[in-house]
């Protein structure tokens, strides 16, 4: 499994079609889409700060994470998905 750790994103889909990756104090600071058409992802202590950042991932591992208010509708069309201890401020999460 790839690992990216401590890096900041932004703009439009930056960590677009990621497969087998865990990812590991890293920001999504603005844009949409940020996570989207992957599978197989870890994050852990992550910050989510823009619009819909985790669209279409199938196979996922969410542990530690904050979901900041832009991060609206963050959380849609995803399956197989385990959240733990994180904390959502963003409107619209799951659908």
């Given at each position: 499994m790839k690992k990216i750790k401590g890096k900041s994103f932004g703009g439009e889909r930056p960590l677009f079609g990621l497969a087998d990756v865990?990812?590991?104090?890293?920001?999504?600071v603005d844009g949409e889409s940020g996570i989207k058409f992957c599978h197989d992802v870890e994050a852990d202590h992550c910050r989510f700060y823009g619009k819909y950042p985790w669209w279409h991932?199938?196979?996922?591992?969410i542990e530690d994470c904050y979901f900041a208010l832009g991060s609206r509708s963050a959380i849609w069309y995803t399956n197989d998905?385990?959240?733990r201890r994180c904390r959502i401020d963003g409107p619209k999460f799951f659908r």
């Open positions: 865990h990812l590991e104090d890293i920001e999504i991932v199938d196979g996922a591992l998905l385990v959240m």
